[in-house]
T-cell receptor, first 115, second 109 residues
Framework: DTEVTQTPKHLVMGMTNKKSLKCEQHMGHRAMYWYKQKAKKPPELMFVYSYEKLSINESVPSRFSPECPNSSLLNLHLHALQPEDSALYLC??????????????FGNGTRLTVT | QKEVEQNSGPLSVPEGAIASLNCTYSDRGSQSFFWYRQYSGKSPELIMSIYSNGDKEDGRFTAQLNKASQYVSLLIRDSQPSDSATYLCAVTGANNLFFGTGTRLTVIP
């Protein structure tokens, strides 16, 4: 069982839809992340939230927007996505962004398909 | 030059053999090194972390780090078919964690 919980597990959405991916960590960690992973590729960092500060990978388009209601939750809002955004979206947490020995713990992922 | 490089494989070993997975990295300042296992369609799972030069053993897994050569490896002893997966090497950089492209391992029964 994972201590980082993501919902939904699967999502199919049209290009005009608005949807949200949810992530909750139960580990007391201070940093949370969203990654995007395409088939046979490594995870790509999208956003990092730590110490009430959001860091953004500048290559991520604005149709993705993160929201952090509290230190245990990190949601990802999706709007007007494109078919090429279909991928596995991974949420992760780590004890502390500034601690060099703090590994990432991943949730089970959301498989997103944009039609 | 990529921050982290791995052979993409596939690497095939017979059941019971030792599987050796290798990773090189470019940032000499990197301090933390991780190996993740990822089954097809699943999320990465942390299996080993190593922070200092030398070997670190955990069950059938041994991680080896050589900072002078900027090289980290993972050995899997007595390989099992359930070890068949993609293994991702990850290395810390400046406020980021860099992943290699992964090595696909197949253990043949």
């Amino acid at each position: 069982d994972t201590e980082v919980t993501q919902t939904p597990k699967h999502l199919v959405m049209g290009m005009t839809n608005k949807k949200s991916l949810k992530c909750e960590q139960h580990m007391g960690h201070r940093a949370m992340y969203w990654y995007k992973q395409k088939a046979k590729k490594p995870p790509e960092l999208m956003f990092v939230y730590s110490y009430e500060k959001l860091s953004i990978n500048e290559s991520v388009p604005s149709r993705f927007s993160p929201e952090c209601p509290n230190s245990s939750l990190l949601n990802l809002h999706l709007h007007a996505l494109q078919p090429e955004d279909s991928a596995l979206y991974l949420c992760a947490s780590s004890q502390d962004l500034r601690s060099y020995n703090s590994p990432l713990h991943f949730g089970n992922g959301t498989r997103l398909t944009v039609t | 030059q990529k921050e982290v490089e791995q052979n993409s494989g596939p690497l095939s070993v017979p059941e019971g053999a030792i599987a050796s997975l290798n990773c090189t990295y470019s940032d000499r300042g990197s301090q933390s090194f991780f190996w993740y296992r990822q089954y097809s369609g699943k999320s990465p799972e942390l299996i080993m972390s190593i922070y200092s030069n030398g070997d670190k053993e955990d069950g059938r897994f041994t991680a080896q780090l050589n900072k002078a050569s900027q090289y980290v490896s993972l050995l899997i002893r007595d390989s099992q078919p359930s070890d068949s997966a993609t293994y991702l090497c990850a290395v810390t950089g400046a406020n980021n964690l860099f992943f290699g492209t992964g090595t696909r391992l197949t253990v043949i029964p």
